[in-house]
Nanobody, 119 residues
Framework: QVQLVESGGGLVQAGGSLRLSCAASGRTFSNYRMGWFRQAPGKEREFVARISRSGSSTYYADSVKGRFTISRDNAKNTVYLAMNSLKPEDTAVYYC????????????WGQGTQVTVSS
C-alpha cells in the first residue's frame, strides 16, 4: 500500500502559477501510475492529469491542457503538478492518486490540498 501527501496549494491571483507536490511512501513509487484530480465546491471530483510509471507518457483534461504540466521524480518518490495561467474556475481541492497496472481505478488517495484562484 502507498501513502500520499499533497502540498503546495494556496491562494493565487488569476493568471498566476502554483506547483503542487505529492510525496509517496510505503511501496516502490515507480510501480504506480499517478494522477491528479480536483473537486470544486458543489461539484463532483474530476480528472486533471495522469502520468505513466516512467514519466514518459502523460494525459490531460481538455480544461487544463497547455496550462498544467504533470511530472514525476521517481528518485524522490514525488509527483508534481505545475499550474500556470490559473483561472478562478481552477479553484478546487486537488488530490493525487495512485494505481498499479492491475487496478482499473485509483485505490490510493491523498488528503488533498486547497487551491484558490482569485479574480
Amino acid at each position: 500500500q502507498v501513502q500520499l501527501v499533497e502540498s503546495g496549494g494556496g491562494l493565487v491571483q488569476a493568471g498566476g502559477s502554483l506547483r503542487l507536490s505529492c510525496a509517496a511512501s510505503g511501496r516502490t513509487f515507480s510501480n504506480y501510475r499517478m494522477g491528479w484530480f480536483r473537486q470544486a465546491p458543489g461539484k463532483e471530483r474530476e480528472f486533471v492529469a495522469r502520468i505513466s510509471r516512467s514519466g514518459s507518457s502523460t494525459y490531460y483534461a481538455d480544461s487544463v491542457k497547455g496550462r498544467f504540466t504533470i511530472s514525476r521524480d521517481n528518485a524522490k518518490n514525488t509527483v508534481y503538478l505545475a499550474m500556470n495561467s490559473l483561472k478562478p474556475e481552477d479553484t478546487a481541492v486537488y488530490y493525487c492518486a495512485a494505481r498499479t497496472e492491475y487496478d482499473s481505478q485509483y485505490p490510493y488517495w491523498g488528503q488533498g490540498t486547497q487551491v484558490t484562484v482569485s479574480s
